[in-house]
Structures are given as C-alpha cells and as structure tokens.
C-alpha cells in the first residue's frame, strides 16, 4: 500500500484514546500535571518503569564501553582520593623527618601527590571519551528508534498526535537527553563515588568525626526529596509546553498561505505569546526551585565543615588527634561537599531528561492500531477483486460511519463513488487501502482478507493518489520513482509520457533532474498531480484508488488526464472518489453513498436515466456547465 499525497481526512473525527489506558503512551501528553496526580501514584510508577526500560535497552549494547567506563572512572576517584591521605603523611612523617635530616618521606610524598594528580587527569580523560561515545551512540540507536517508530504507526495515530509534537520528541527531548549526557554524566559519577569514598574514608580516618560530618547528609536527603517532588512536576509542565509552542509554529509555517489569506497572523502571534509564556513560566519555576535547593545544600556543607573544624580543634588540643589527621579531614569534607553543587546541578538536568525520557518511552510503546500479521499469507498475483463482507466502521465508538456495508468489485472493474460530504466515500478507500482495520466484519483483496497480507505486499497491490498530492524534495524523477525505486530512467519517462505529464517536465529547467524542492512547490497543483499520476501508473498496482485526484486539475488538465486514465486503469481494478461527475464518465459502475451506505448502484447510463440522487447530481452539474 503506497500512499502518493498528504493524509486525507476522514468523515469523522479520530477514535480517542480509553480513559483507562489515558496513562499508556502519549495520551499523557494531553494531562495536566494535576490529571496526571489524580489518576494515582500508579501511573507514574508505571511511567517510570517504561522509561526505565527503554533506558536498559538502550545501554544494552554498550555494555563494554559502560564497563570501561566504569573502570577508569573508578581507577580515577582513587587517584583523587589519595591526595589528602599523602598531605596528612607529609605533615605527620615527611615534615617531622625532614626536621631530622631525612629528606626521603618529602620526596616520596611529594612524587605520590604528582603521581596521583597525573592518573586522576589521565583516567578522567579516557573516561570523559569513551562515556561520550556511548552516549552518543545511544543517542544515535533513539534518535533512529524515534523515527522508525513514527513511521511504522498507523494513520489514526498521526491524526491524532501532531507532528509538532513528534518533532518536539525529535528536537526538543532529544536534546534534553544530549545535554544530560555529555555535560552531566561525568560530574554524576565523580561525584557520586566521591562522596562514597570520602565517607568511607573519613569514617576510617576518626569514627565520631566522619559521623558528625555525615550527620549532614540527612537534611540533605530530605531537601533532594523536596526538590525531587517539586522538579519532577514542572518538568513534565515544561516538556508539554515546549511541545505546545513547537506544534504552534509548525502549524502556522505549514499553513502560512492560509495564515496571509485571511490575515490571521495577530491571532497566531497571540496564542504563540501565550503558549511562548507558558514555556517561559514552566521554565522559571525549576529555576526558582533549583534556586532554593542548590544554596541549601551548600549551606548545610559548610555548617558541617564549621562543626568538624571545631571539634577536631579541639581534640587536636586535647591529642586525640593528629593536626595531619585534621587536615586531610577538612580537605576530604570540602571536596565532599564540593562535588555536591555539581550533583545538584545535575539532578535538575536529570529531572527534566527524565521527563523528556517519559515522552519518548511514551511514543515508542504506542502500538499500531493497524498493525503487520504475525502470520501473513502469501500472496499471490493479485487481480484485484474487492469485496466488503458485513464491513461496520467508525473514528470514534459512538459515531457510525459506515453501519453495515456488503459490496463486491471485480477485478478490473472502474467504480465511481459518489455522495454528499461525509457519506462514507474516502473511508470506503482507506479501508481498502488499510489505513484503518475495520471495526466488524472484513476487507478482502482476491479473497484474502487484508489484514492477512503482508504490509510489503498489500503496498504493491493498493495504490492511492489523492487530491493534495505530496511530493518530496528532490528530482521529478526521483518522486515520479517512488512507488517502484528500481526503476529505470527509461521506465520513468515512459509513465510520464504515458499520464500526459511528459511535455511539461521536460521544459523545466532541469528535465526529469529538476528538484521540485520542498512539498513540491516549484510545481503547480495540477503539475504535481500529474506527477502522482506517472507514479502511479510506474507502480502498477492491482487496485488503484482516486479519492478526488482530478479536483485541481483546470478543465483541459483535466480532460488530458482522463484520456491517459483509460490507459492506466486498463487491466486493474480502480475505485474513484470523484464530486466532479466529468470524472465519473469513465467508470463501468458508479455507488451513491449516504451516511455509510450504498443507495444506488449501476452503470452511468443506467443510474442517469433513473429519478434517484445520482440523476438529480447529474442534472445539477450539467446545468452549472451552461
């Protein structure tokens, strides 16, 4: 199933997603932080555990780098650590020696504190290279994820969640997730093993000392907790916003025609303001926060520097302990609570990763409400006899499109569809095409129902060109190519020749090399339609299907089209959804649809000779011609 032009909306709104699956997937994007609350702390344990899975399968590979990693990391953390223990040496054995004549301890303990220097730089450098390469590499494997993903998932899913917001997880999230890892990841684990061993050390060092330096570590504690709670909720605020403001821009450069039209650049301008203001308040806030929570815990560090200052004074007074020994202490507790500005820097870039993390985890669990059978049949060559067997189909539980429908095309069979808007008519093709699974009953192509076949081989039997037709930048060539790459220049220009579209091609500046640039605008509505047209008829599928693909075509286009329609549509079957009854001249058999059902059914002779709809549609449009 190839699709040739944009997305063609349906009769009716998209199915929304169930309130008890609202915390699956995306469908969290459209929750408040309070609804998020509200659905309980289930929902965001299970949000977490999906990011943390997604975060396992993504460090699954790099598993050999994370263990180097961890290595020099650890080698490197040793070195730094030795340094206070070689200070307290020097002023308790070096300098005393010294003063007797023997020089040796000052050199030794002076080599050791290079020495130590030097393997902290060297090992913190081959750590800093080989943790970015695997988190470049894993940013790479996601960024992929992401797009494939998106991709694979069905027609309803894109109609219900806006490429703004896919490019805000492609862009904005990604982005977040970058930072974190190449800015944040070194200061995580230096830090962490730093307080781990100076902790360990200075319990070692003097027990009632260490503990009244790590008695600091529950106020502490308890203000991460704060700024956890506190963090993690304007986060989730400040990835919706950002999503918001991106899936306005989009909206408004996609439609800037429109925008121009009917001067509507002041009221864009004003919802950009107000979701800009928005992003910008989210923003603030984990600045306030981060604001209280960083000096905090710098205050309590030096409070407990002050606090072991005093009391080892004062048991150094008492000899309890040696001046080195005090020495290395408050050496080791400043570069304890040194590192702890850098934890919490961290922290608030973890805290907003890992809210961008929960909106990734989100789209890549989303399944395709459309999706590929485990056990595909093997298809045959297809002839492309359609048949609906007791067919019921809507966008949404409530709202019927299409209440029972049971219809049989043969092979090679023309069919025109016609009816008011909202009949039925484009959903009739998208669940020929499978865009949609019907809701009861069955789509069958050749006897094999469609959810049976393989996506690779329903995409070469239903081709469907439709009214806004989608090219791609690049070479006419290379879009005219696009439902059959293996093509070649001759098979390319053949199409073109074969639909009318040749002549006008071959005056571009560049021929068939020309590079109809960004959604086909160096060409006219009619020009691109012409080029979907040679598409379709190089793919050469069983079933091809036009829903309103002659509607931008002028008049002459128009009956230029037609006349190269008889070819294409020669020998396949072809189903066209047409409001121009021109259109519909070429058809062996035309349906007239109301509210999801077939009213009429004949040939163009037999149902204009009729009192029914389609005779009143043909006297309607044969009188706005005069």
Request: hydrophobic content about 45%; aromatic content about 6%.
């Given at each position: ?303 407990s520097l002050a606090a072991v200052m005093v009391v080892g004074a004062v048991q150094v007074v008492h000899g309890s302990v040696e001046i080195g020994v005090l020495a290395a202490f408050l050496l080791y507790v400043r570069r304890m609570y040194d590192p702890l500005d850098e934890l919490a820097m961290f922290y608030n870039a973890y805290q907003s990763a890992g809210a961008a993390l929960e909106k990734l985890s989100g789209l890549l669990e989303e399944v395709p409400s459309v999706p590929e059978p485990t056990d595909p049949v093997p298809a045959p060559e297809l002839r492309g006899r359609v048949t609906f067997e007791a067919v019921e189909f809507g966008y949404h539980p409530s709202v019927p499109v299409l209440p029972r429908l049971d219809l049989e095309i043969q092979a090679g069979q023309t069919v025109a569809v016609v009816g008011a808007t909202g009949a039925g008519k484009s959903t009739l093709a998208k669940l020929v095409a499978r865009f949609y699974d019907p809701t009861a009953g069955r789509v069958l192509l050749d ?180």
């Amino acid at each position: 199933m190839t699709t040739l032009s944009g997305a063609d909306p349906g009769a009716s709104a998209p199915v929304d997603t169930a309130p008890e699956d609202t915390w699956r997937g995306v469908a969290t994007e459209e929750l408040s932080e309070s609804e998020l609350s509200g659905l309980g702390s289930e929902v965001g344990a299970r949000m977490r555990a999906r990011s943390r899975r997604l975060l396992r399968s993504l460090l699954r590979p790099q598993r050999r780098r994370v263990v180097l990693a961890a290595v020099l990391v650890v080698v490197s953390e040793l070195a730094f650590l030795a340094g206070p223990l070689i200070v307290a040496y020097a002023i308790d054995t070096a300098v005393p020696a010294l003063a007797r004549g023997d020089g040796r301890p000052l050199v030794l303990s002076t080599i050791g504190y290079l020495a130590a220097g030097v393997l902290n730089a060297v090992t913190k450098a081959g750590f800093v290279r080989v943790s970015a390469r695997a988190a470049q590499a894993v940013l790479l494997d996601l960024r992929g994820r992401v797009f494939d993903h998106s991709q694979a998932l069905s027609l309803s899913f894109h109609e219900r969640y806006t490429s703004g917001r896919v490019i805000s997880r492609m862009t904005s999230d990604l982005d977040t997730l970058n930072e974190l890892t190449s800015e944040g990841l070194d200061g995580l684990i230096s830090g962490v093993l730093t307080v781990l061993g100076i902790s360990v050390t200075l319990l070692v060092l003097d027990l009632p000392l260490g503990l009244i330096a790590l008695a600091s570590f529950l106020p502490i504690a308890l203000l991460t907790r704060w700024f956890q709670r506190r963090s993690r909720s304007i986060y989730r605020r400040t990835r919706t916003a950002i999503a918001a403001l991106i899936v306005q821009f989009t909206e408004t450069m996609n439609g800037l025609r429109a925008v121009l039209s009917f001067r509507r650049e002041q009221r864009n301008l004003e919802i950009f303001r107000r979701s800009n203001a928005e992003n910008c308040e989210a923003n603030g806030d984990g600045l306030v926060v981060l604001a209280h929570y960083a000096p905090s815990v710098r205050m309590v560090g030096n409070l407990s520097l002050a606090a072991v200052m005093v009391v080892g004074a004062v048991q150094v007074v008492h000899g309890s302990v040696e001046i080195g020994v005090l020495a290395a202490f408050l050496l080791y507790v400043r570069r304890m609570y040194d590192p702890l500005d850098e934890l919490a820097m961290f922290y608030n870039a973890y805290q907003s990763a890992g809210a961008a993390l929960e909106k990734l985890s989100g789209l890549l669990e989303e399944v395709p409400s459309v999706p590929e059978p485990t056990d595909p049949v093997p298809a045959p060559e297809l002839r492309g006899r359609v048949t609906f067997e007791a067919v019921e189909f809507g966008y949404h539980p409530s709202v019927p499109v299409l209440p029972r429908l049971d219809l049989e095309i043969q092979a090679g069979q023309t069919v025109a569809v016609v009816g008011a808007t909202g009949a039925g008519k484009s959903t009739l093709a998208k669940l020929v095409a499978r865009f949609y699974d019907p809701t009861a009953g069955r789509v069958l192509l050749d006897g094999i129902a469609v959810d049976r076949l393989a996506g690779a081989d329903l995409r070469r039997a239903v081709v469907m060109v439709t009214q806004e037709s989608f090219l791609f930048s690049g070479s006419v060539a290379d879009n005219i190519a696009l439902g059959r790459p293996s093509a070649t220049r001759a098979e390319i220009e053949h199409a073109a020749d074969a639909i009318g579209a040749g002549p006008f091609i071959r005056q571009l500046p560049d021929g068939f090399d020309t590079d109809v640039r960004k959604r086909g605008g160096r060409l006219s509505a009619g020009q691109r339609q012409l080029v979907a047209f040679a598409r379709a008829f190089l793919a050469d599928p069983a079933v091809l299907i036009l829903d309103e693909a002659t509607a931008s075509l002028d008049i002459p286009s128009e009956r230029a089209v037609q006349q190269a329609l008889r070819t294409v549509l020669r020998g396949r079957t072809a189903v066209i959804i047409a409001h121009r009854l021109s259109t519909v001249s070429i058809a062996d058999r035309v349906l007239v649809m109301d509210h999801g059902r077939v009213t009429e059914d004949g040939s163009p002779a037999e149902l204009v000779r009729g009192t029914g709809a389609y005779a009143r549609l043909h006297d309607a449009w044969r009188d706005s011609l005069v």
